[in-house]
């Protein structure tokens, strides 16, 4: 068959071209052999050249052949048809538009360049997709292999890259198209299928995941524009919509590139419509089928995201079709359509100019955002609190909308997401840096201007109203608005008959026709409708010929006659009165000047009442924005200790801005992340560091002075009633920035000016200025150092009155010029310390010895930092604070005896001023306790670091041949054990010292002991509060010193603990018997109830600290944990919030401990539910949810489930049987804890018909119905069932039920029956003690009824019930002082009583 005759279809497939079709049908003739194929590619090249495009139609078989074998021929072949291919089509479409132009072009001619030009285009794009799959194939091969090694292996396959290939012959397809060549078709209607073809090799490409890649970019806006020209030229829009869609559905990385195709062909090519379309078919998809098909879904949401950030406009008339996506399931849907809405306000919605249409719109999608704040999905909540960022902070926002926005996102600071209340956070942040308002929001600050306005406009509108004219209203108006009452009252004249009486005067003869419409308009004005309509009839009659009464047409109705010339007249120009009229009503001298006034004043008096409401409602919304914003200070200052770093930063970044803007509370804020300077996260660290140097180390000044002075104030700030842990954050803030010379001189320099005085300053800005130097000198000594008799000299001079303030931090300052801390062991020089003649010490001896006689409180404070400061830099410091102590009691000696002398009579008994016995014992108590921590880290350093050098001297002078000849000592050295051995020999001589020297014989500290003990002992002797306070202190850090001491006083300690009336006692010796804890363990264990003992005080101060003192003593295992710890527990509830923190924080970290709070459980469980000493039943609710969400294992959920069933035998109280119902139902409990309840379930069964009972026990099964799997309903249905059955006719109906059902339950039941006898027989011996029964022996039993044995039920035992140790009563005698002590580290074996 002649190929010039035949017409080329283009196939589905490529085997149809073998396939003999219809008639003049072409047919591939024989598929060539690979051997052949080179011989006919040079045929058909010789063939173009002499016949150019249209020798395709002799040899399609050749290039028919090679796409067949093309996985199998040579590349270089592959090449060269590719090359021979784009020189045939470009060929052709340059020669083209020649024959598309000649009119006298004959049919034969035509339909042999429409075979040529299908033949051409059909080969060459088969040969590039045959490429493109080739490349892909290779791509994943060679993804192992790195990038340089995969391009080598690609251009060493193919001789050629092929990525840089695809662009010319798409250019060249697209240049084609262009042409006009839909002339060489019949009736000039181009075939579908050579459009799909064209068009389907560009989604075949974009199908590659490569294309999303940089250096493909060329490639995708060649395909670009191809299909754009096929959508304006060949009406390839709908199947363009169908393939989008799809392709959307199935490849993630294609959104962002047919997004940018889909703008490119409605801006550039004039095809808005395809947005519509293509927006109508994600808008028809189902809801629910989305739900199902996630990748579908992400698709269109990404797609619709970036179109609507692309061409907002375009999309906004279609939105309507999205919205029933706002009802889906799918989350990413609605977080798309919100997107798009949030785009169109950007971009499209915004401004001030806009139409009552475009703000209808704009109204609209914001509300729709409003509502979506609640969405049940946290990342939709999250995402609309980003866009509305996005709005507020590029203005887009209405003004009118700024209350609500805040307010929402105020509400969601509570959201239970992370995720959302960080972009609450971040919305309000940008609220602040992009309000209108004001630079400064301080609601205090703008509560009275607001005040002040309101009440000016009040009076402006008063005067207003006293000052309006009577008429001044638009006439037109005023008759609209009288219009109906006049009619009704037309109608009821013409209707009734007319009586003379309460009628007006008629028309007097000698009034003008003028005069009578004044009196009519006059009327109408006073609302006396009756009275102008019979004047106005008897003007008609009298007036026939004058204006306005002549202009009466007869042929209208009555009614709209009267209503036409009444309002004729009403509405009439009031400057056609009379003249003479007009003089009559106006005095002399007002003619021509009445309409003046209404024409100035009152307009200049109406603008400023504008102005003025305007100012009021500016003020009352800035007052508002700042009363939400210090609102959400409250609650975003909670957030500061999350766990989540991101959150924490954005809570820190919060309060930078909120600081910067002046909001009072934000101080609060900027303190409370002062702890989070010791935080483990690097991240949180940083950006407390960031915080404080944004805040401070930025301040404005005109020169290095300036800004030193408002940097050093505004740190000065922080340190007002600050608490010493606060200060001590501060500390550690300042000495990183001293240590990153972040600080420059100036501050320095000016620190130091006003230490010294040498500029003005008030004592307390002295005072801070030398706290912030000795913060300084933490981070670089010799700031403090260099000027060291400089400090000394200002701060401890010998001016009166002594400055004790200035002092103690002159103390403190110089305190931190060396390291506090123990010595390490590779420390070679010897420590800093200033000779005992150093004027400093001379001057705080004598500040404190003259001072121990003045009642000044700041001396104690003051006091205690001289005696630090002495023992931590002085060579000898015992010598000069025995000197001191000597002096000072030496004073009070010579006061008492210069007492005795004043006295009349000799018989009386001197009294020493209080003030005077407690500032002695004061320095007592800490010149004790400097004295062992000098001897443990000083000395005890000090006799180390000597070790070690006179080891490392005598290991210089050893010979080698010694060392290896005492092998023993040298394995003695590798292991470690004489430096422990030397490490035990000096801790045991400073033990000697404490034990036996410093509280012995002639010591000084000695002489104060039967002081202090007898103002311990006799308290109402010595009532004074501030002495028993200073001696119940110095009692216990004398305690500290001696173990022997500390047993001989404990009973007197612990008394004091429980007896005394004082809170600050108790509170202090808390602290005292705390630390006695960690030193002597052994001592104090027997007397741990009676630390427990001070969780339930009646002092708020007493209890905080006590909680504080347990938590570290339990964390530390320094003490017992026993079922006391319930009192722990209590404090979850306590009416103080700080108190219930610490018992949540403690719980939180005790549930770090594998098991601790698992163990607990049973114990405090009965403790709380005890009648006698537990919690009422809604506090015990709050506690036990609490400590039941640390329950997580499931192993321990089962266990628990157990022994809270068997705890239903023993328990005598309805209350205790909720209560452990309860607890059952807060569990979280899986088909495991389900199965034990049911084996369990005779334990509870009777206690059903309780309605709490059964309502917690219903929760249960709420709570499995939700994770159930199918097979476990079963058990869960068996379940209720019993639950149902027992709640209604009690134990036997289950018993009826478990006879109904199936024989593998009758088996079940049949095994239960002996344990439920059992347990009956238990619970009618049980005592009236709440106690669980004490677990039998286990005895050696025969191997034949061990099967027996076997099925008997473990009994569950709880440490409460096993170790009951009676508390020591309130009073405590010497027989009831306790003896036994234990180690501290004992065995955890329980203790069975006989």
Same mark, same amino acid.
């Given at each position: 068959?002649?190929?010039?005759?035949?017409?080329?279809?283009?196939?589905?497939?490529?085997?149809?071209?073998?396939?003999? =079709?219809?008639?003049?049908?072409?047919?591939?003739?024989?598929?060539?052999?690979?051997?052949?194929?080179?011989?006919?590619?040079?045929?058909?090249?010789?063939?173009?050249?002499?016949?150019?495009?249209?020798?395709?139609?002799?040899?399609?078989?050749?290039?028919?052949?090679?796409?067949?074998?093309?996985?199998?021929?040579?590349?270089?072949?592959?090449?060269?048809?590719?090359?021979?291919?784009?020189?045939?089509?470009?060929?052709?479409?340059?020669?083209?538009?020649?024959?598309?132009?000649?009119?006298?072009?004959?049919?034969?001619?035509?339909?042999?360049?429409?075979?040529?030009?299908?033949?051409?285009?059909?080969?060459?794009?088969?040969?590039?997709?045959?490429? !493109?799959?080739?490349?892909?194939?290779?791509?994943?091969?060679?993804?192992?292999?790195?990038?340089?090694?995969?391009?080598?292996?690609?251009?060493?396959?193919?001789?050629?890259?092929?990525?840089?290939?695809?662009?010319?012959?798409?250019?060249?397809?697209?240049?084609?198209?262009?042409?006009?060549?839909?002339?060489?078709?019949?009736?000039?209607?181009?075939?579908?299928?050579?459009?799909?073809?064209?068009?389907?090799?560009?989604?075949?490409?974009?199908?590659?995941?490569?294309?999303?890649?940089?250096?493909?970019?060329?490639?995708?806006?060649?395909?670009?524009?191809?299909?754009?020209?096929?959508?304006?030229?060949?009406?390839?829009?709908?199947?363009?919509?169908?393939?989008? +869609?799809?392709?959307?559905?199935?490849?993630?990385?294609?959104?962002?590139?047919?997004?940018?195709?889909?703008?490119?062909?409605?801006?550039?090519?004039?095809?808005?419509?395809?947005?519509?379309?293509?927006?109508?078919?994600?808008?028809?998809?189902?809801?629910?089928?989305?739900?199902?098909?996630?990748?579908?879904?992400?698709?269109?949401?990404?797609?619709?995201?970036?179109?609507?950030?692309?061409?907002?406009?375009?999309?906004?008339?279609?939105?309507?079709?999205?919205?029933?996506?706002?009802?889906?399931?799918?989350?990413?849907?609605?977080?798309?359509?919100?997107?798009?809405?949030?785009?169109?306000?950007?971009?499209?919605?915004?401004?001030?100019?806009?139409?009552?249409?475009?703000? %209808?719109?704009?109204?609209?999608?914001?509300?729709?955002?409003?509502?979506?704040?609640?969405?049940?999905?946290?990342?939709?909540?999250?995402? *609309?609190?980003?866009?509305?960022?996005?709005?507020?902070? /590029?203005?887009?926002?209405?003004?009118?909308?700024? /209350?609500?926005?805040?307010?929402?996102?105020?509400?969601?600071?509570?959201?239970?997401?992370?995720?959302?209340?960080?972009?609450?956070?971040?919305?309000?942040?940008?609220?602040?840096?992009?309000?209108?308002?004001?630079?400064?929001?301080?609601?205090?600050?703008?509560?009275?201007?607001?005040?002040?306005?309101?009440?000016?406009?009040?009076?402006?509108?008063?005067?207003?109203?006293?000052?309006?004219?009577?008429?001044?209203?638009?006439?037109?108006?005023?008759?609209?608005?009288?219009?109906?009452?006049?009619?009704?009252?037309?109608?009821?004249?013409?209707?009734? &008959?007319?009586?003379?009486?309460?009628?007006?005067?008629?028309?007097?003869?000698?009034?003008?026709?003028?005069?009578?419409?004044?009196?009519?308009?006059?009327?109408?004005?006073?609302?006396?409708?009756?009275?102008?309509?019979?004047?106005?009839?008897?003007?008609?009659?009298?007036?026939?010929?004058?204006?306005?009464?002549?202009?009466?047409? &007869?042929?209208?109705?009555?009614?709209?006659?009267?209503?036409?010339?009444? =309002?004729?007249?009403?509405?009439?120009?009031?400057? #056609?009165?009379?003249?003479?009229?007009?003089?009559?009503?106006?005095?002399?001298?007002?003619?021509?000047?009445?309409?003046?006034?209404?024409?100035? !004043?009152?307009?200049?008096?109406?603008?400023?009442?504008?102005?003025?409401?305007?100012?009021?409602?500016?003020?009352?919304?800035?007052?508002?924005?700042?009363?939400? +914003?210090?609102?959400?200070?409250?609650?975003?200052?909670?957030?500061?200790?999350?766990?989540?770093?991101?959150?924490?930063?954005?809570?820190?970044?919060?309060?930078?801005?909120?600081?910067?803007?002046?909001?009072?509370?934000?101080?609060?804020?900027?303190?409370?992340?002062?702890?989070?300077?010791?935080?483990?996260?690097? =991240?949180?660290?940083?950006?407390?560091?960031?915080?404080?140097?944004?805040?401070?180390?930025?301040?404005?000044?005109?020169?290095?002075?300036?800004?030193?002075?408002?940097?050093?104030?505004?740190?000065?700030?922080?340190?007002?009633?600050?608490?010493?842990?606060?200060?001590?954050?501060?500390?550690?803030?300042?000495?990183?920035?001293?240590?990153?010379?972040?600080?420059?001189?100036?501050?320095?320099?000016?620190?130091?000016?006003?230490?010294?005085?040498?500029?003005?300053?008030?004592?307390? #800005?002295?005072?801070?200025?030398?706290?912030?130097?000795?913060?300084?000198?933490?981070?670089?000594?010799?700031?403090?150092?260099?000027?060291?008799?400089?400090?000394?000299?200002?701060?401890?001079?010998?001016?009166?009155?002594?400055?004790?303030?200035?002092?103690?931090?002159?103390?403190?300052?110089?305190?931190?010029?060396? %390291?506090?801390?123990?010595?390490?062991?590779?420390?070679?020089?010897?420590?800093?310390?200033?000779?005992?003649?150093?004027?400093?010490?001379?001057?705080?001896?004598?500040?404190?010895?003259? =001072?121990?006689?003045?009642?000044?409180?700041?001396?104690?404070?003051?006091?205690?930092?001289?005696?630090?400061?002495?023992? /931590?830099?002085?060579?000898?410091?015992?010598?000069?604070?025995?000197?001191?102590?000597?002096?000072?009691?030496?004073?009070?000696?010579?006061?008492?005896?210069?007492?005795?002398?004043?006295?009349?009579?000799?018989?009386?008994?001197?009294?020493?001023?209080?003030?005077?016995?407690?500032?002695?014992?004061?320095?007592?108590?800490?010149?004790?306790?400097?004295?062992?921590?000098?001897? @443990?880290?000083?000395?005890?350093?000090?006799?180390?670091?000597?070790? *070690?050098?006179?080891?490392?001297?005598?290991?210089?002078?050893?010979?080698?041949?010694?060392?290896?000849?005492?092998?023993?000592?040298?394995?003695?050295? @590798?292991?470690?054990?004489?430096?422990?051995?030397?490490?035990?020999? !000096?801790?045991?001589?400073?033990?000697?010292?404490?034990?036996? @020297?410093?509280? !012995?014989?002639?010591?000084?500290?000695?002489?104060?002991?039967?002081?202090?003990?007898?103002?311990?002992?006799?308290?109402?002797?010595?009532?004074?509060?501030?002495?028993?306070?200073?001696?119940?202190?110095?009692?216990?850090?004398?305690?500290?010193?001696?173990?022997?001491?500390?047993?001989? /006083?404990?009973?007197?300690?612990?008394?004091?603990?429980?007896?005394?009336?004082?809170?600050?006692?108790?509170?202090?010796?808390?602290?005292?018997?705390?630390?006695?804890?960690?030193?002597?363990?052994?001592?104090?264990?027997?007397?741990?109830?009676?630390?427990?003992?001070?969780?339930?005080?009646?002092?708020?101060?007493?209890?905080?600290?006590?909680?504080?003192?347990?938590?570290?003593? +339990?964390?530390?295992?320094?003490?017992?944990?026993?079922?006391?710890?319930? #009192?722990? $527990?209590?404090?979850?509830?306590?009416?103080?919030?700080?108190?219930?923190?610490?018992?949540?924080?403690?719980?939180?970290?005790?549930?770090?401990?594998?098991?601790?709070?698992?163990?607990?459980? &049973?114990?405090?469980?009965?403790?709380?539910?005890?009648?006698?000493?537990?919690? @009422?039943?809604?506090?015990?609710?709050?506690?036990?949810?609490?400590?039941?969400?640390?329950?997580?294992?499931?192993?321990?959920?089962?266990?628990?489930?157990?022994?809270?069933?068997?705890?239903?035998?023993?328990?005598?109280?309805?209350?205790?049987?909720?209560?452990?119902?309860?607890?059952?139902?807060?569990?979280?409990?899986?088909?495991?804890?389900?199965?034990?309840?049911?084996?369990?379930?005779?334990?509870?069964?009777?206690?059903?018909?309780?309605?709490?009972?059964?309502?917690?026990?219903?929760?249960?099964?709420?709570?499995?119905?939700?994770?159930?799997?199918?097979?476990?309903? $079963?058990?869960?249905?068996?379940?209720?069932?019993?639950?149902?059955?027992?709640?209604?006719?009690?134990?036997?109906?289950?018993?009826?039920?478990?006879?109904?059902?199936?024989?593998?339950?009758?088996?079940?039941?049949?095994?239960?029956?002996?344990?439920?006898?059992?347990?009956?027989?238990?619970?009618?011996?049980?005592?009236?003690?709440?106690?669980?029964?004490?677990?039998?022996?286990?005895?050696?039993?025969?191997?034949?009824?061990?099967?027996?044995?076997?099925?008997?039920?473990?009994?569950?035992?709880?440490?409460?019930?096993?170790?009951?140790?009676?508390?020591?009563?309130?009073?405590?005698?010497?027989?009831?002082?306790?003896?036994?002590?234990?180690? +501290?580290?004992?065995?955890?074996?329980?203790?069975?009583?006989?």
């Amino acid at each position: 068959m002649s190929p010039q005759v035949c017409e080329f279809h283009l196939p589905l497939s490529p085997e149809e071209l073998l396939k003999s =079709g219809g008639v003049n049908q072409y047919v591939v003739q024989e598929v060539l052999s690979i051997r052949h194929l080179p011989s006919h590619l040079k045929a058909f090249q010789t063939a173009f050249r002499a016949q150019g495009p249209l020798a395709v139609l002799e040899h399609f078989d050749t290039i028919y052949s090679i796409l067949h074998h093309f996985r199998s021929i040579d590349p270089g072949l592959k090449e060269d048809t590719l090359e021979f291919l784009i020189k045939v089509v470009s060929c052709h479409s340059q020669e083209l538009p020649a024959v598309l132009d000649d009119a006298a072009l004959s049919m034969s001619d035509r339909s042999a360049h429409l075979n040529a030009l299908k033949m051409n285009c059909y080969a060459l794009i088969r040969l590039l997709e045959s490429f !493109e799959t080739m490349s892909s194939q290779t791509g994943l091969m060679d993804l192992e292999l790195s990038g340089k090694g995969r391009k080598s292996r690609a251009k060493t396959t193919h001789g050629f890259d092929w990525e840089e290939e695809r662009q010319p012959i798409l250019q060249l397809l697209t240049q084609l198209l262009q042409l006009d060549i839909r002339h060489l078709w019949n009736h000039s209607i181009i075939e579908e299928e050579f459009v799909s073809l064209v068009t389907g090799c560009c989604y075949r490409l974009l199908e590659n995941p490569t294309i999303s890649h940089q250096k493909n970019r060329p490639t995708r806006e060649a395909i670009t524009h191809l299909l754009g020209v096929a959508l304006t030229r060949y009406n390839h829009m709908l199947s363009a919509t169908v393939k989008i +869609i799809q392709m959307l559905q199935h490849f993630e990385h294609l959104a962002s590139i047919l997004v940018a195709a889909v703008s490119l062909w409605a801006t550039d090519y004039g095809m808005k419509s395809i947005v519509g379309e293509i927006v109508r078919e994600i808008g028809q998809k189902c809801p629910q089928e989305l739900s199902r098909d996630p990748t579908g879904a992400k698709g269109f949401a990404a797609f619709l995201t970036e179109l609507a950030e692309r061409i907002p406009a375009i999309l906004m008339s279609s939105m309507c079709i999205l919205l029933d996506h706002l009802d889906g399931e799918n989350y990413m849907m609605r977080n798309a359509v919100l997107a798009a809405m949030a785009e169109m306000v950007l971009q499209v919605l915004s401004g001030d100019q806009l139409e009552e249409v475009s703000r %209808d719109t704009r109204d609209q999608f914001l509300d729709t955002l409003q509502a979506h704040c609640h969405d049940v999905n946290s990342f939709v909540r999250s995402r *609309v609190l980003q866009l509305f960022t996005r709005i507020v902070q /590029q203005k887009a926002l209405p003004l009118t909308r700024f /209350q609500a926005v805040v307010a929402l996102a105020v509400g969601r600071l509570a959201d239970k997401s992370v995720l959302v209340c960080k972009s609450a956070i971040q919305l309000l942040a940008s609220f602040l840096a992009n309000n209108p308002f004001s630079c400064k929001l301080s609601d205090t600050d703008l509560a009275g201007p607001l005040q002040k306005e309101t009440q000016k406009l009040q009076e402006m509108r008063a005067h207003r109203r006293a000052t309006a004219p009577s008429a001044e209203l638009d006439p037109a108006e005023e008759w609209e608005a009288m219009l109906p009452e006049l009619k009704a009252t037309l109608q009821q004249l013409l209707t009734l &008959p007319q009586e003379g009486e309460g009628m007006s005067e008629g028309v007097a003869k000698t009034e003008t026709p003028q005069e009578v419409e004044g009196r009519i308009r006059r009327l109408l004005a006073k609302a006396s409708y009756k009275q102008a309509i019979i004047l106005t009839q008897e003007a008609i009659s009298h007036f026939q010929k004058s204006e306005p009464f002549c202009h009466v047409d &007869p042929e209208e109705s009555e009614e709209t006659k009267f209503l036409s010339l009444l =309002g004729n007249i009403f509405k009439a120009p009031t400057q #056609e009165e009379n003249p003479q009229t007009a003089a009559r009503n106006s005095g002399p001298g007002e003619t021509g000047c009445r309409d003046k006034p209404s024409g100035s !004043e009152p307009g200049e008096c109406s603008n400023e009442l504008v102005k003025q409401e305007l100012l009021v409602q500016y003020l009352q919304d800035a007052h508002g924005f700042s009363l939400q +914003i210090t609102k959400a200070i409250g609650i975003i200052s909670k957030m500061m200790y999350e766990h989540t770093t991101t959150v924490v930063q954005e809570v820190i970044e919060f309060f930078v801005m909120v600081f910067q803007f002046g909001v009072p509370q934000a101080l609060f804020g900027v303190r409370r992340m002062l702890p989070l300077i010791w935080s483990k996260e690097p =991240g949180v660290r940083d950006a407390v560091l960031n915080a404080y140097r944004q805040l401070y180390l930025k301040p404005k000044g005109d020169s290095a002075r300036a800004k030193a002075q408002t940097l050093i104030h505004n740190l000065s700030l922080l340190l007002v009633d600050a608490s010493v842990g606060t200060i001590q954050c501060l500390e550690e803030i300042i000495c990183e920035f001293v240590q990153k010379d972040e600080l420059s001189p100036a501050v320095t320099q000016v620190l130091w000016e006003r230490a010294t005085e040498k500029v003005p300053c008030s004592p307390l #800005e002295r005072c801070s200025s030398v706290m912030l130097l000795g913060m300084m000198a933490r981070g670089k000594p010799e700031i403090v150092g260099s000027n060291l008799d400089t400090l000394v000299n200002t701060g401890l001079d010998e001016k009166l009155p002594p400055d004790y303030r200035l002092a103690q931090q002159v103390c403190h300052a110089i305190a931190n010029i060396s %390291d506090r801390r123990k010595p390490s062991m590779g420390e070679r020089h010897p420590p800093f310390r200033l000779p005992q003649e150093h004027r400093l010490f001379e001057r705080l001896r004598e500040m404190v010895t003259k =001072g121990s006689v003045h009642p000044d409180p700041l001396w104690v404070p003051f006091k205690e930092a001289a005696v630090a400061l002495i023992y /931590q830099l002085a060579e000898g410091p015992e010598v000069i604070c025995a000197q001191m102590l000597q002096d000072c009691a030496k004073q009070a000696l010579e006061k008492l005896e210069e007492k005795s002398d004043h006295q009349e009579a000799p018989q009386e008994t001197p009294v020493l001023p209080t003030f005077l016995l407690m500032n002695l014992l004061s320095l007592a108590g800490d010149v004790a306790l400097q004295q062992l921590v000098h001897l @443990e880290q000083a000395v005890s350093g000090e006799l180390c670091r000597r070790r *070690v050098l006179r080891e490392e001297q005598e290991h210089k002078r050893k010979e080698p041949k010694e060392k290896n000849s005492n092998s023993e000592s040298t394995l003695e050295e @590798e292991m470690g054990l004489g430096g422990a051995t030397a490490d035990d020999t !000096e801790a045991e001589l400073i033990r000697g010292i404490c034990e036996l @020297e410093l509280l !012995e014989g002639k010591q000084t500290l000695a002489a104060f002991v039967p002081l202090l003990l007898k103002v311990c002992n006799n308290p109402g002797l010595y009532s004074n509060p501030e002495l028993s306070t200073a001696a119940s202190l110095a009692l216990g850090k004398f305690c500290m010193i001696s173990a022997t001491f500390c047993d001989s /006083q404990l009973r007197l300690l612990f008394t004091m603990l429980e007896k005394s009336s004082l809170p600050i006692v108790r509170s202090n010796l808390m602290i005292a018997t705390g630390d006695l804890a960690i030193r002597f363990p052994n001592l104090v264990d027997p007397w741990t109830p009676h630390l427990y003992a001070r969780l339930r005080d009646p002092s708020q101060h007493v209890r905080k600290t006590a909680a504080l003192v347990m938590t570290h003593l +339990i964390l530390k295992d320094m003490v017992k944990v026993k079922g006391q710890v319930s #009192e722990m $527990a209590v404090l979850l509830i306590d009416p103080a919030p700080q108190i219930a923190a610490l018992a949540k924080n403690f719980f939180n970290e005790l549930s770090n401990k594998a098991n601790a709070i698992y163990n607990l459980l &049973p114990d405090i469980i009965s403790r709380l539910s005890a009648p006698e000493g537990g919690v @009422e039943e809604e506090p015990f609710h709050t506690i036990m949810k609490q400590l039941l969400s640390y329950i997580t294992k499931d192993k321990q959920t089962e266990s628990l489930v157990e022994k809270l069933c068997q705890r239903f035998r023993t328990a005598q109280t309805e209350r205790q049987y909720r209560d452990l119902a309860y607890c059952m139902s807060q569990l979280p409990l899986t088909e495991r804890g389900l199965h034990k309840m049911l084996d369990n379930f005779d334990c509870f069964g009777d206690k059903l018909s309780d309605e709490s009972i059964f309502s917690a026990f219903l929760s249960i099964v709420g709570k499995l119905r939700r994770g159930a799997k199918p097979e476990g309903k $079963a058990v869960i249905d068996e379940f209720e069932q019993k639950l149902r059955a027992c709640h209604t006719r009690g134990l036997d109906a289950v018993e009826e039920l478990e006879v109904g059902q199936g024989s593998s339950q009758r088996a079940l039941s049949a095994r239960k029956q002996p344990a439920a006898a059992r347990h009956r027989h238990v619970a009618s011996i049980a005592s009236d003690n709440f106690v669980t029964p004490k677990p039998r022996r286990t005895t050696r039993q025969h191997p034949n009824t061990q099967q027996k044995a076997s099925r008997k039920k473990l009994r569950i035992v709880f440490s409460s019930d096993e170790s009951s140790d009676e508390e020591l009563s309130a009073e405590m005698t010497e027989d009831e002082t306790p003896k036994k002590t234990t180690p +501290i580290r004992r065995a955890s074996a329980h203790r069975h009583r006989s």
